[in-house]
């Protein structure tokens, strides 16, 4: 099981695994990170951060007895944004993240076209 099956389980309320704290693959920064994205649910998952040591079967009781049954949206995490060209850039001009971003604002299709012809190394496309 992974730790978001255990995220959806406390948040639906479907059950309580008394072996869940047991096993290994129970992570409380997941689960912690999973739940925060819900509005009711925020207050508890602060209060459980202020507890970084807390072993995973009082974290785990913790939220199951807190958590009142709901029926709350499925919610996904945020991802970072992708950027097409960004691998291009860093490498050709050895930047950063943030500099190749702000490089990517500043420079033309022909620009990058240009730079991908530099850095082409040969081979089959």
Known sequence: MNPFEYANELITKDKYDEEVPDRKDYKPFLINRTLSYHNDLIHYVNYLNQYPDVNDKLHYDFLNLS???KKRPKKWWVKGKKYENMEVIKEYYK????KAITALSLLSD??????????????GK
């Open 67 to 69: 958590i009142a049954k």
């Open 95 to 98: 930047y950063s993240t943030d």
């Open 110 to 123: 022909k620009d990058i076209k240009n730079i991908k012809n530099k850095l082409f190394k040969g081979g």
